[in-house]
């Protein structure tokens, strides 16, 4: 995974096919941010989404996952905009 432009931040976690955590470089104040989350993914019908309900949501990272029709699927290019409160 490679970064193109990081305004806050600071590395991608690879946690398996189609799922990955965008890390902040400066904390949200809270984690009731909001991600908008764009992906390109070739020719395949495709959604993303961001895991803003699990319990386990901290002000450090978001967790972004990809998905076809029928299985996770990683992203050619993903794009975000995470909107909040920074620390």
């Not at 990683?74 to 794009?79: P, R």
């Amino acid at each position: 995974n490679t970064i193109q432009d990081s305004f806050n931040t600071s590395s991608i976690d690879d946690n398996g096919t189609g799922d990955f955590d965008q890390n902040f470089t400066n904390n949200f104040n809270n984690n009731d941010y909001s991600a908008t989350f764009g992906v390109s993914a070739g020719s395949v019908d495709f959604f993303a989404y961001y895991n803003h309900l699990d319990a386990n949501v901290t002000t450090s990272y978001v967790r972004l996952f990809g998905y076809t029709t029928s299985a996770a699927h990683d992203v050619d290019l993903g794009t975000t905009q995470i909107t909040g409160d920074l620390a």
